[in-house]
C-alpha cells in the first residue's frame, strides 16, 4: 500500500523490450533505495511494481502485458523521469489517501490552465470511470494522491499547487499526455453497494407488484 505521496522524480536509464514483456532499469538514488530488498514493491508513476534486481542505487522492474496495456508504462524510454514512492511501513504516515497501485487505465490531458500560481488540469477519462469519480473526493493519478475539483460526464479537473509540480511531471504536462489514473477503492466499493442494494429494493418491488 502506498499514500500517494511521491518522493519526487527519478531517472530511467535502461530499457530492454521483449514481446509481452518490459524490463526498465530506475537510478532511485542512495537515499530512496536505502534497504529495498528483492520483491519489494515500488510505486512507479503510480504503477505498483516489484524490485526484481538490485546493483546500489539502480533497480530493475519488469512490467507484463497485462500492466503495459493499462498503463503508461509501455511508453518508457532512457531518460525518461518517473515518479516514485516506496511502499508504506507500519507507522508511517499516510499523507494522502491509501493506494493500492492498482491502475485501472489511462486518462488524457484535454486542458492545462495556469491559474496563478497553481495549474488547473482537465483530464479525460472513460465514462465507464465517472461513476466513481465524485467532486472533493480522492483519486490517484500517477500515483499522487489528489482531490477532485469538477467533474464532467467523460472528466474531470484537478488543481495542482507547486510543491505537487515540483515533485512530479505534472508541469511539464501538455494537452494530449497520457496518465495513470487509480480510483479510490472506497467510494468504489460504497457506489456499488448503494448499487446493488437499490437493484435489489427494485427487483422486489416489483415481484411485490406482480
Known sequence: MYSGITRG???VVQVSRAPG????IVDLGAELS????LGASVAIDGVCQTVVALDGPLVRFDAIQETLNLTTLDT?????LVSVERSLRVGDELGGHEVAGHV??????AEVCLEGH?????????????PYILPKG??????????????????????????TLRLTNFGARHVGGL???????RTVAIVLTVERVLAQRLAHAGEGAA
Open 179 to 185: 496518465v495513470n489514473i487509480e480510483l479510490d477503492p
Open 76 to 80: 518508457l524510454e532512457v531518460g525518461r
Open 138 to 163: 480522492f483519486i490517484a493519478v500517477d500515483g499522487s494522491s489528489l482531490t477532485v475539483g469538477r467533474t464532467y460526464p467523460d472528466g474531470f479537473t484537478l488543481h495542482l499547487i507547486p510543491e
Open 21 to 24: 514483456l518490459l524490463s526498465y
Open 34 to 37: 536505502a534497504g529495498l530488498a
Open 118 to 130: 497553481d495549474v488547473a488540469m482537465r483530464v479525460r477519462v472513460p465514462e465507464a470511470f465517472m
Open 104 to 109: 485501472v487505465g489511462r486518462g488524457e490531458i
Open 9 to 11: 522524480l527519478f531517472p
